[in-house]
């Protein structure tokens, strides 16, 4: 078997490399488009074409309030002491709202401002057909009319090509006079799941055996972007069989995200699927986590060609190229702009050290703590999915940065909004299933618990900082036999804090019963 | 026919008025919930119950890197000068990244780290097999390795009840040893358009009748809020249809939108339905637009409780309907928090007049121009859905005010995020449809262009403003025969501007071939 060299290429020079194969492939843009009937499902659909109206909103001079539609002159010199009298039909028409008004009118005046008059003159029992109306005040052209076009005017643009469709933009194509609109058809995206290690969720699980589910997130994060995912069966490390998944699914797909195998191991054949099938483009990027990406095209049977992604096995590499490689495929083969997450500077909490060769993506904790908005690096390896699912934030540390010093201020790219952090109750210290209890029961009283495990004194050192709302803290002093108090008189001697103690957790040894192995201590 | 009355309820008292009868019909918290397999589908919906880990992620501990496993102590002493070699088998084993790790071993020595030799003592054929390993530097206890639960540890809280799931959340509920969740059910949802001037989208469109889109929307708005729609076909403004049809629907649905017929108007069915089927709870709210709304509760032939909401039908006045009633009440019966809009300040252009009874949503427009935020108040038309098309931001005038004076400071809730606000170019003055195809142009160059017709010269004086970056203007000079060039040396004297002419156009009289008519003025 041949040796596999992962490259580590830059990411710009990784993505560049990837432009211009897809544009010499003819898919730099949109992958096409389709005639859709106006549907409430077509929110997060993107306009491969302008919508021009087709007609004016209103289309008519329409009456805005129930009441008559008069000529306004009229009406002029109608006042409280000198009322003015219309003959109904001729002079005053009844009209409800967005009735068409007659051909002759010019304003509308509510019903409760005149007098309906039956033909004897007297108050009319039904105010809606009356023989004649009197008024008191002159009625003003054009009031309480929606005049044609007041909200639309026919040939005008609705909303430009690359529109991402909202609800209220629907409204406004259908008001326009259309029944369908056309979007760019959703990009078809396979996902192959590679490895003799894994199993799908709920199959036994030996030890060496990993549950697949980077594809259960790879699909559904291609859902959100806009693609059409199908998620394939696991394919096991046998490279005949990746190779023939591929290429059969090259034939109906516009792009394969194929996980893993995409290092450098003796079982790690996508570089070499990719190499067969078509061009690697990219084997490696100097992008952590997520450096063994493939990046290459592959080419179906008619001579045509289309993009395949070598997508990293650890779960939060995986993630990670998704929003790197897989995103902005999809916003531009759909015509949007790629997604941006909104970037606000923080202070670190603590040093972050960083290979200087890769651009270093650091999940962060948000927190704010009074003025001060704090960012807590979180568990590093590509492995822990869960420093995924707490990240509020990611920091990225360019190529060259060597790390950073606690107490710098970053950029950081926001996963939650600024209000969602502020209800965040920061927990340091020492863990405990209770905060798991207390982040549950906090829920319902909209408030999110954000605790990071690092041990009682630290948590007491990050009160004291003004970097944490709570520290979670068991701390013995040995010579009273009391727990926490004298730990606090030493840490934060001059901070005004509030024990509470929420558990007495007793620690020992579980035996079987009569201990007959007589374990007494470790 | 008895006349109805609009109340004039102010908005917390409505909603207050309503959550009571919610909880009274013990409809205040979530309606339901139900076990799904887990699934790419599954973004967005809200957890019901919390995920408590089942199993450790990993559930051994793991090989993080291809070498070989090893005790750390078997190598202590291992040096560039002294190397130490271990007998593979006994002391060494060859691991796969993510390969179970031998009960004996803590440490993985990545292979790129040892030297593989054969059973002569010389460098092996296959690296991955060799007799013995030399090694020259010591191996740390648990390098290179994923300890169990470096992940998640079994116990714990994955995810807290009311959190609404994102890809890699559904990562972690895999990783956990979950092959479904409990999310809360969505909630069905009746949209059942009245009256008799609606005609659906491609119908013929006689003047005086309206294309109904309302329910459109409303569908588009239920959907993204997380209950399941179902568009009624138009309903006739005939009392007994429209109280068959909500009775039925009743049956099956959780939530009733009856739209609209919510007024006061003669043909005005929906509160005497709602009193017919149930309770009439309000019917007018202190908000402008949307003021005839109407909340009620209807029973079902079970005695059972469902509400009605009576939404106007303006479409601006239905849109903001659906986000004052229908979102929170979605939110609270699927267990997830009210979206919020982010809030930012702003500089208001012109002055808005309110009238002070009502909480007035103002749609405005926002740009950037240089250091200020800038909000213009866009079409107040309750029936103007454009305004809602191009709105940047809602900025809510309280009750009791009677307005604000250009130059106030406000807040304005955003629609759109600030990054895209800041690629919009603001362009104010006279209207032409080449600012149309402006706008279409400029979307592909990543630009926005968000234009309000205001006339030549308003345009020009928002320019020496500083309250727009392009002014749109087709001003004559009479003496000179010259277009825009002396009223810009006029409005801009002190201002450094380019002058950029996009069209020169001839205005006149279209008339029949040979003007029959002998048209030659207005």
């Known amino acids: 078997m041949d040796q596999v060299y992962l490259e580590d290429l830059p990411l710009s020079q990784a993505q560049e490399r990837f432009r211009q194969a897809l544009e010499h492939a003819g898919m730099a843009g949109i992958l096409g488009s389709e005639t859709l009937p106006l549907d409430e499902h077509l929110v997060g659909r993107v306009l491969a074409q302008p919508v021009w109206a087709k007609i004016s909103s209103p289309h008519y001079h329409a009456a805005a309030m129930d009441g008559f539609a008069v000529r306004a002159r009229d009406t002029d010199f109608a006042s409280a002491t000198s009322p003015v009298t219309l003959a109904c039909g001729v002079q005053a028409v009844y009209v409800d709202t967005g009735d068409l008004l007659p051909e002759w009118a010019n304003a509308v005046i509510p019903i409760e401002q005149v007098e309906a008059l039956d033909d004897q003159g007297r108050l009319a029992v039904n105010p809606r057909s009356p023989a004649s109306i009197r008024l008191r005040s002159a009625a003003v052209p054009w009031q309480d009319v929606r005049p044609l076009g ?67 997130i790879l699909a559904a994060q291609v859902l959100g972007w806009g693609g059409e995912p199908v998620r394939y069966p696991v394919v096991p490390d046998e490279i005949e069989k990746i190779r023939a998944t591929v290429a059969q699914a090259a034939e109906t797909f516009d792009l394969i995200l194929l996980n893993a195998g995409s290092s450098a191991g ?19 990027v100097a992008v952590r986590p997520g450096h063994p990406v493939i990046l290459g095209m592959i080419k179906r049977r008619d001579r045509s060609l289309l993009p395949i992604i070598g997508v990293p096995g650890y779960p939060v590499s995986a993630t990670l190229t998704g929003e790197i490689f897989v995103e902005p495929l999809l916003a531009r083969w759909t015509g949007r702009r790629p997604l941006e997450l909104q970037e606000v500077e923080a202070e670190l909490t603590r040093k972050v050290v960083s290979p200087a060769g890769d651009e270093d993506y650091v999940r962060v904790a948000i927190g704010q703590v009074g003025e001060r908005r704090l960012a807590t690096p979180l568990a590093r390896g590509a492995g822990v999915i ?134 007494h201590n470790l």
Chains 1, 2 share one sequence.
């Open 150 to 216: 007041e909200d639309i005017v026919a040939t005008e643009l609705v909303l430009p090509e690359g529109h991402v469709l909202r609800p209220v933009d629907l409204g406004a194509i259908a008001a326009s006079g259309h029944t369908a609109l056309v979007a760019a058809r959703k990009p078809r995206v396979a996902i192959i799941p590679t490895g003799s290690e894994l199993v799908r969720p709920g199959e036994p699980l030996l030890p060496g055996k990993i549950i697949e589910f980077n594809s259960l």
């Open 266 to 284: 003796a079982e790690d054949y996508s570089a070499r699927v990719v190499q067969e099938l078509g061009e690697l483009l990219v084997h490696g």
């Open 386 to 519: 869960s420093s995924l699912v707490r990240a509020d934030g990611l920091l990225v540390l360019p190529r060259g940065s060597q790390g950073l010093p606690a107490g710098a201020r970053v950029q950081v790219r926001l996963y939650r909004t600024l209000e969602e952090i502020s209800r965040t109750i920061l927990a340091l210290g020492s863990h405990d299933i209770l905060l798991d209890l207390l982040a549950q029961h906090l829920a319902q009283y909209d408030r999110r618990l954000s605790s990071a495990n690092i041990g009682s004194q630290a948590g007491l050192i990050a009160l004291r900082r003004g970097e944490a709302h709570l520290g979670g803290s068991h701390l013995l002093d040995p010579e009273t036999g009391d727990y926490n108090r004298s730990a606090i008189r030493q840490y934060l001697p001059d901070t005004s804090v509030e024990l509470v103690t929420l558990s007495h957790r007793e620690q020992g040894l579980m035996v079987r019963k009569g201990n007959p192995r007589g374990i």
